[in-house]
């Protein structure tokens, strides 16, 4: 398995988020190693590290505490802090947006400062205002897989599981300086895009793959070879990879979740081995649980796509890392995903985490919260 994250660059002083990616990322070039593990995203708010492939629990936790260290690194050596949340708790700092050479203020992006990659302005040009405020932090989990058709089949099983994936990880309540109300709001702003979410049905790879031609003709995909879905054979490399979560600034929760996920797609490569091709959810009642899951997180009820019926959410994420005690097991990561589960559950996700900081300090103490956790720092360094 292997892990991509996205972060926010934020200025120390007033905790909003600064455009400043090509600045750190040229910084992060001269530093060894972390060329390879840092790369830009769709703003230039954000950067994104990842690690290489990891086969236990420990080698991925200790990819993944250097590569936030790289990034912390190359952020500080520009005056600015790296921060963990799903989406900007503060909008954006006052000083004068970093571009491009010859780029004027928005560019066409609707005020978003986008990153310098063609795919980026692509993606600008097709959606227009829905990109303005389309500044979101994910994980991203990737694990080997036979094949892509194996992969397609993958998402069959794990499509009714996804929303307690989003309830546990979410770490986005604020956008910029206001409360949404929401655990998620990252899963609510992709949620509008005709392409983004959970996964269709699909019996097979050719299926999968027609859909998506019919998609991106409509012009709602970028191109049928590129599906942002929340699991998706990646176009890449040899993996299953799934894209629900908020980015997590815990880093033992951001490990253990991604061993969760390790085990559930363990799970569903087996299923698919034996020819069950997976259940059959239909995709508005999997929409709506992602909606559920994305305001209350694991708060209050959640809905069981097994049967239709709410139940408590916390009773589905209980179940989930129960469901796939045999890969756990044989993985040696059956404790920690349990007590990371239990942890999550007792103290909330990253969103509730977020809200005691701003009951106690605003937003911004929100904001210096997460950089604590982020960069591994206590929350009281200057």
């Not at 991509?4 to 120390?12: A, C, I, K, M, R």
């Not at 770490?171 to 959970?198: K, M």
Request: proline content about 8%.
């Amino acid at each position: 398995m292997g892990v991509e994250e996205e972060y926010f660059l934020v200025d120390p002083g007033s905790g909003r988020i600064s455009a400043a990616a090509g600045r750190v990322l040229a910084r992060a070039r001269a530093e060894p190693g972390a060329s390879d593990v840092l790369t830009g995203e769709f703003t230039r708010h954000q950067i994104e590290a990842r690690t290489t492939p990891c086969a236990t629990l420990a080698h991925l936790r200790t990819e993944l505490s250097a590569v936030r260290r790289a990034a912390a690194r190359a952020a500080r050596a520009e005056g600015l802090r790296l921060c963990a949340s799903g989406t900007p708790v503060l909008g954006e700092a006052a000083e004068a947006t970093e571009r491009a050479p010859g780029e004027e203020a928005g560019d066409g992006a609707w005020g978003t400062p986008v990153g310098d990659h063609p795919r980026h302005r692509a993606g600008v040009a097709q959606y227009r205002a829905m990109m303005g405020d389309f500044a979101v932090c994910a994980q991203h989990v990737h694990v080997h897989c036979p094949d892509r058709e194996c992969a397609v089949l993958v998402g069959n099983h794990l499509r009714p599981v996804l929303p307690t994936l989003v309830a546990l990880s979410a770490n986005s309540p604020f956008h910029e300086g206001r409360d949404t109300g929401y655990a998620s709001w990252r899963s609510v702003i992709r949620q509008r895009f005709p392409c983004l979410g959970p996964p269709p049905y699909a019996r097979s790879l050719a299926e999968s793959a027609r859909r998506a031609e019919t998609i991106a003709a409509a012009e709602a995909m970028l191109a049928p070879t590129l599906p942002f879905w929340d699991v998706r054979p990646n176009p890449r490399l040899p993996t299953v990879e799934i894209r629900c979560p908020d980015v997590s600034a815990d880093l033992e929760g951001a490990v253990c979740l991604a061993a969760l996920v390790r085990a559930l797609v363990a799970e569903a490569i087996g299923a698919v081995g034996r020819g069950d091709p997976g259940p059959r959810v239909g995709a508005e009642e999997l929409r709506a649980a992602y909606w559920k899951a994305a305001r209350d997180g694991v708060t209050g009820n959640g809905v069981d796509l097994a049967t239709g019926r709410a139940v408590p959410a916390a009773e589905l994420a209980r179940a989930l890392p129960t469901r796939v005690e045999g890969p756990l097991e044989a993985a040696g990561d059956r404790q920690a995903v349990h007590a990371y589960v239990r942890r999550t559950l007792v103290d909330g996700p990253g969103a509730a985490l977020q809200r005691a900081a701003a009951r106690e300090a605003g937003p911004p103490g929100a904001v210096r919260r997460l950089v604590a956790a982020t960069e591994g720092t206590s929350a009281k360094d200057p």
